[in-house]
C-alpha cells in the first residue's frame, strides 16, 4: 500500500512578500498519515483516490481548521485525512516580512492507494474529485459575498443527505442559498456494475452572478 502526501501553492490571493515565510512542515510528514489508517470499510469496499485539503495554521505552527478543497469521492477517506492531519501535523510557522510569525494557510495533496496498487484508473473517483461549477443568478449579489462557495455533497442511497460548507461565500444566508440549490441541481451520478465502489461525495463550486 502506498500512500503519498504532496504539498501545492497556497491559495492565499496576495502574492507572498519575498522575506514571507509559508508554514514549513516539520519532521516526516509521511509519518502524519500512515498505511495503518487506511479506513477498514474504505479498503473493503476498495476505494480510493487524491484528497485535497487546506489546513489554517497559526502563530504556533499548530494546525486549527482542516478543509477538504478536493474530494476522493469517498467520505471516509476525505474525513480520515482531515483527522490525522489536525492530530498530527506540526509546522514552523509562517512569518511575515518583519520576522514575525503569523497565521496562514497550508495546501496539499494526499492520496490513498489500494494494497499492490491499482491496475486501472478509477475513472469514478477522478470524477468525483472534480469540482461540479454552478451558478446562481440573484436579482443582487450582497455586498459582502466574497467568492463563490465551495460545497461537499455526501450521498446515501443516490439522495443528498448532507452538504458541507467547505469555503464560505462570506455570508452564511447565500451559503444556505447555495447548499439549497447544489440539492435540487446536482444528482448523484449512476455507475453501471459494481466492479469499483460509488463514491458517496461531490465537490461542488456555487457561484453567485447579478441577473442581467
Known amino acids: 500500500m502506498l ?29 502524519w498519515i500512515t498505511d495503518d489508517d487506511y479506513p477498514s470499510g474504505a479498503l473493503r469496499r476498495r476505494e480510493f483516490g487524491a484528497v485535497k485539503f487546506r489546513l489554517a495554521v497559526d502563530a504556533l505552527g499548530k494546525p486549527t481548521i482542516c478543509s477538504v478543497t478536493g474530494s476522493s469521492g469517498y467520505s471516509a477517506l476525505d474525513d480520515k485525512v482531515c483527522e490525522m492531519l489536525l492530530k498530527r501535523s506540526v509546522f514552523n510557522p509562517a512569518r511575515d516580512g ?22 486501472t484508473p478509477n475513472p469514478v473517483s477522478a470524477i468525483a474529485s472534480t469540482p461540479i461549477d454552478l451558478r446562481v443568478e440573484l436579482q443582487a449579489v450582497p455586498k459582502n459575498y466574497a467568492k463563490p462557495a ?63
Open 150 to 212: 465551495l460545497l461537499r455533497l455526501i450521498f446515501a442511497d443516490d439522495k443528498v443527505r448532507a452538504c458541507t460548507v467547505e469555503t464560505s461565500t462570506g455570508n452564511a444566508k447565500l451559503d444556505a442559498v447555495a447548499c439549497q440549490q447544489a440539492r435540487v441541481q446536482v444528482e448523484m451520478f449512476k455507475i453501471d456494475g459494481a466492479i469499483i465502489a460509488k463514491p458517496d461525495s461531490r465537490m461542488v463550486s456555487v457561484r453567485f452572478e447579478a441577473a442581467k
Open 98 to 119: 518583519a520576522g514575525k510569525d503569523i497565521p496562514f494557510d497550508y495546501n496539499g495533496t494526499f492520496t490513498w492507494i489500494l494494497p499492490g496498487g491499482t491496475d
Open 3 to 31: 500512500a503519498v502526501m504532496q504539498a501545492a501553492p497556497s491559495a492565499q490571493d496576495t502574492p507572498i512578500p519575498p522575506l514571507m515565510r509559508k508554514p514549513q512542515p516539520r519532521g516526516r510528514p509521511q509519518a
